[in-house]
C-alpha cells in the first residue's frame, strides 16, 4: 500500500498534539487556580466535617437510583443496536469509566474497541449508535435547558414558553430525521475511494444500515427515563444533604445542566474541578450556602455518580484478567 508523503501527515499529527498540549496546559492552570482559591477561601477543617455529617443513606440511595440510570443507557445502545443488553451495559459504563480517568473523551474510543473487541461488534454500527446517543441527549439536555429559560423570566428573552420548547424539541429531532433519511447518502459515501484506500468504507457502510433502520420511540422513551431519574437522583440528594435551603426541581435541572457539561467538556477527565466548582458555586450564589457545605455537597455528589461505574468496570476486567489467566 502507497504510504501518504510524509509532509502531508506529520502537520496533521503535530497539530493534533500541540491542541492536546494546549488544552492540558489549560486545564492545569485552571485546577491551579481553584487550588489556590481553595487554600485561600476555604477551611477545611469544616468541609471535613460536612463531609463526616453527609447521611449515609443518601449515599446509598444516591448510588442504586446511579445504577438504575446506567441500566437504562445500557438498554438504549442495545435498542439502537438491536443487540443484547448485557454487552451494551458493559460497553457503556467502561466508556464512562475510561471517561472519568482520561481527558478529551477518550472513553468514546474505548468504548468502540471494547465493543469491536472483546464482543464482536460491527465498529461503524457502534460508532453510528454513539452518535445517535449524543443526539438523544443534546434534545433533553435542550429540553432542561429550554424549561429553565422559560421558567427565568429573563428579560432579554423575548419568545414565549411554548416557542422556546418547541424550538428545543425541533432541532434534535431534525437532526435524527436527517441521520436516519441520509442513510443512502452514507451507502454512497463508503464507496469513495479514500476510505476504500484506508480500509474505512465497510465501517461506513455499516453506519448507514443502523441509521436506515433506526427506531427512534424505544430509544427516546429510554432517554427520557434516564433523565428523569437523574434529575430525581438530584432533587433527592441535595435536599437530604442541605435541608435547610428550599431546592426544588427547577434547581436539580439546573444542576443535572452544570453537571453534564461539566462531564462534556473535554479537556479534564470527567470535567474534574469544573464540575464540583459549577455545582458549588451554584449552592453558593443562589441559595446562599456556606462555601465549605457547597464543595462537600458537590464533591461527594460526583463520587456517588462515579463510583458505581467504576466499580463495575474494575469487576469485569478484573473477572475478565482471572478467566484468561485460568484458560
Given at each position: 500500500?502507497?504510504?501518504?508523503?510524509?509532509?502531508?501527515?506529520?502537520?496533521?499529527?503535530?497539530?493534533?498534539?500541540?491542541?492536546?498540549?494546549?488544552?492540558?496546559?489549560?486545564?492545569?492552570?485552571?485546577?491551579?487556580?481553584?487550588?489556590?482559591?481553595?487554600?485561600?477561601?476555604?477551611?477545611?477543617?469544616?468541609?471535613?466535617?460536612?463531609?463526616?455529617?453527609?447521611?449515609?443513606?443518601?449515599?446509598?440511595?444516591?448510588?442504586?437510583?446511579?445504577?438504575?440510570?446506567?441500566?437504562?443507557?445500557?438498554?438504549?445502545?442495545?435498542?439502537?443496536?438491536d443487540?443484547?443488553?448485557?454487552?451494551?451495559?458493559?460497553?457503556?459504563?467502561?466508556?464512562?469509566?475510561?471517561?472519568?480517568?482520561?481527558?478529551?473523551?477518550?472513553?468514546?474510543?474505548?468504548?468502540?474497541?471494547?465493543?469491536?473487541?472483546?464482543?464482536?461488534?460491527?465498529?461503524?454500527?457502534?460508532?453510528?449508535a454513539?452518535?445517535m446517543?449524543?443526539?438523544?441527549?443534546?434534545?433533553?439536555?435542550?429540553?432542561?435547558?429550554?424549561t429553565?429559560?422559560?421558567?427565568?423570566?429573563?428579560?432579554?428573552?423575548?419568545?414565549?414558553?411554548?416557542?422556546?420548547?418547541?424550538?428545543?424539541?425541533?432541532?434534535?429531532?431534525?437532526?435524527?430525521?436527517?441521520?436516519?433519511?441520509?442513510?443512502?447518502?452514507?451507502?454512497?459515501?463508503?464507496?469513495?475511494?479514500?476510505?476504500?484506500?484506508?480500509?474505512?468504507?465497510?465501517?461506513?457502510?455499516?453506519?448507514?444500515?443502523?441509521?436506515?433502520?433506526?427506531?427512534?420511540?424505544?430509544?427516546?422513551?429510554?432517554?427520557?427515563?434516564?433523565?428523569?431519574?437523574?434529575?430525581?437522583?438530584?432533587?433527592?440528594?441535595f435536599?437530604?444533604?442541605?435541608?435547610e435551603?428550599?431546592?426544588?426541581?427547577?434547581?436539580?435541572?439546573?444542576?443535572?445542566?452544570?453537571?453534564?457539561?461539566?462531564?462534556?467538556?473535554?479537556?479534564?477527565?470527567?470535567?474534574?474541578?469544573?464540575?464540583?466548582?459549577?455545582?458549588?458555586?451554584?449552592?453558593?450564589?443562589?441559595?446562599?450556602?456556606?462555601?465549605?457545605?457547597?464543595?462537600?455537597?458537590?464533591?461527594?455528589?460526583?463520587?456517588?455518580?462515579?463510583l458505581?461505574?467504576?466499580?463495575?468496570?474494575?469487576?469485569?476486567?478484573?473477572?475478565?484478567?482471572?478467566?484468561?489467566?485460568?484458560?
Amino acid at each position: 500500500m502507497h504510504n501518504p508523503p510524509r509532509s502531508t501527515v506529520k502537520p496533521l499529527i503535530f497539530g493534533s498534539r500541540g491542541h492536546g498540549f494546549i488544552a492540558l496546559a489549560v486545564n492545569a492552570a485552571f485546577l491551579a487556580l481553584l487550588s489556590y482559591w481553595l487554600s485561600q477561601n476555604v477551611n477545611f477543617s469544616d468541609l471535613r466535617k460536612y463531609l463526616q455529617q453527609i447521611p449515609t443513606s443518601a449515599i446509598m440511595v444516591g448510588m442504586a437510583m446511579n445504577v438504575a440510570v446506567l441500566m437504562c443507557f445500557g438498554a438504549r445502545l442495545a435498542a439502537i443496536l438491536d443487540a443484547k443488553i448485557f454487552p451494551c451495559f458493559l460497553i457503556t459504563i467502561t466508556g464512562m469509566t475510561f471517561n472519568s480517568l482520561l481527558p478529551f473523551r477518550l472513553g468514546e474510543g474505548v468504548k468502540l474497541y471494547c465493543g469491536g473487541a472483546l464482543f464482536h461488534l460491527p465498529v461503524g454500527g457502534l460508532g453510528a449508535a454513539i452518535v445517535m446517543e449524543k443526539l438523544y441527549d443534546l434534545l433533553m439536555l435542550l429540553l432542561l435547558l429550554a424549561t429553565l429559560i422559560a421558567n427565568a423570566h429573563l428579560p432579554f428573552v423575548n419568545i414565549g414558553s411554548p416557542q422556546i420548547l418547541r424550538l428545543a424539541v425541533a432541532a434534535p429531532l431534525c437532526g435524527l430525521l436527517i441521520f436516519r433519511a441520509r442513510g443512502a447518502g452514507i451507502k454512497v459515501l463508503s464507496r469513495l475511494a479514500i476510505l476504500e484506500r484506508f480500509g474505512l468504507n465497510s465501517i461506513v457502510e455499516q453506519a448507514g444500515i443502523l441509521f436506515t433502520r433506526q427506531k427512534v420511540v424505544f430509544p427516546a422513551f429510554l432517554t427520557l427515563l434516564i433523565w428523569s431519574v437523574n434529575v430525581s437522583l438530584v432533587l433527592f440528594f441535595f435536599r437530604a444533604v442541605a435541608p435547610e435551603i428550599h431546592f426544588g426541581v427547577l434547581d436539580a435541572m439546573a444542576l443535572v445542566v452544570i453537571a453534564s457539561l461539566a462531564i462534556a467538556a473535554p479537556v479534564s477527565p470527567a470535567g474534574l474541578g469544573v464540575f464540583e466548582a459549577g455545582i458549588a458555586a451554584y449552592l453558593i450564589n443562589f441559595h446562599g450556602l456556606q462555601t465549605e457545605k457547597a464543595i462537600s455537597a458537590a464533591a461527594l455528589y460526583h463520587f456517588v455518580i462515579s463510583l458505581p461505574h467504576s466499580a463495575i468496570t474494575a469487576a469485569f476486567f478484573t473477572s475478565m484478567f482471572l478467566f484468561r489467566k485460568r484458560t
